[in-house]
């Protein structure tokens, strides 16, 4: 029972405290509005002493018509059980000592105390914050009123900035077109230095390569020639017809390299038309098989797969035979004396598909990317005769027939290239 009574003793001390030291006015009101308790601060903030408020009317610390009327606000709550400002704060206008109205917020509750009926009222001095709210009401009046002079002097800025900006923008038009025209100019004379260095590069490779592939056919027909005289004044017959075949072989050599620059030439310039014809594919693929059959090295095999159908095409035939001689001669150059040559030509989907597959050299991976371009070569095909021109020249020849070529190849295994060219309906 002590330890109870100590405990109550120390809540109250507590409670006196917070209600002693708090910086608003904490007040009480019995159930006819007389002030039964007040904080210092709230006694200080109305300008009184405590204990000249003690049993005064609360209306005291309340201005016209409210001081009036606070009575009836009382009645009404004790009859009808509303109260407008119990359990809802409120901004009011509180009355000090010497007269001074002021702004303050309202915060009052209902609670018993001893079975009676007790008002508990927390008020909060809002004259500062009123003045700031004031002081910035006046500056956004002043900010208005000063926005509405720039806004008439920005707008006369406005309209002789649109003027000038539909001079500027007609200014701008012409320099745009006047550019437009230098761009074209400039595009035209960049395109023509453009071919002009192609050209050039042209010529350079093709003097180096000339020089470099000429040299050795020329070498072989001068020797062979002077063997072949002196053999003749010796009356070995027999003994020339290997030079002459050296002779043949160089001649074929050259021609292959001179056909390839032409072509190659031509491609540069632009001067490849194309002249399609109606043709019989069956004929055309065993015509060319025979004519080429003599490029074969000893003991290497053709096997050929061609439609048995006799299916007529329309497309330009001479590209199509320099096509694949190209890849035909290729495949034989770089295979060896015993391997196998597989042709196979095929019409599916209004379209012609043709393989040329080798069991040869192949093409090693890194370079497989540089296939088709200008004057290369393999790093394993140095030592053959060639111009790196020739599957440059497949690759144009059948973009001017809206045709395709893929490839595979595995080093010391084999290559196989597709080739496919559309169709006309």
Partial sequence: MRDSNLSMSIDS??????FETAVDCLIIIDSHGEVSKINPAGAKLFGYEIKELVGQNVSVLMPVPHREKHDSYLQNYHTTGIGKII??????????????????????NEFFMQSKKCFAGIIHDLTTRKKQEEEILELNRQLEEKVEIKTKDLSSVVNELL???TRLENEIKERQKIEAALRNNELEIRKALEKEKELN???????????HEFRT??????SSTTLIEKYLENGSIEKTEKHFNRVISSVKHLTEMLDD?????????GEIPVNSEQFMIHDFCEEFMEMNRGLLKPNQELIRTIPAENQSVFLDKKLLNHILLNLFSNAIKYSKDDGKIKCDVEIANQQLEIQIIDEGIGIPLNEQKHLFTRFFRGANVINI???GLGLNIVQEYLDVMNGTIEFESIENVGTTFTIKIPLPQ
Avoid: H, Y
């Fill in 13 to 18: 001390q507590q409670l006196r405290a917070i």
């Fill in 163 to 165: 003027e000038t900006n």
């Fill in 201 to 211: 590069d042209l010529k350079s490779n093709f003097v180096s390569m000339a020089s």
């Fill in 261 to 269: 620059f032409l072509s190659l030439t031509k491609l540069t310039e």
């Fill in 87 to 108: 359990g809802i704060g409120r901004d009011i206008i509180g009355k000090k000592k010497d007269g001074t109205l002021f702004p303050c917020n309202l915060s009052v």
């Fill in 217 to 222: 056919p020329l070498s072989t027909i001068l």
């Fill in 385 to 387: 005769q060639g111009t």
